[in-house]
């Protein structure tokens, strides 16, 4: 993820993590994460 994606490492391991168990990840980090959420890597629960 860290490489095909522009984000943190503590971001490309939760959703890593949230993948793994097949769970949405509850973020409000729009700037890293909505490529992922386009590109239907990871389902995203956003609080703000």
Excluded: F
């Excluded at 994606?5 to 391991?13: F, P, R, T």
């Excluded at 409000?28 to 389902?43: I, P, R, S, T």
């Amino acid at each position: 993820l860290k490489a095909t994606y522009k984000i943190s490492i503590a971001d490309a391991v939760a959703v890593a993590q949230a993948k793994t168990k097949h769970a949405l990840l509850v973020t409000a980090d729009h700037h890293e994460l909505d490529q992922l959420e386009q590109d239907n890597e990871v389902g995203i629960h956003w609080i703000r």
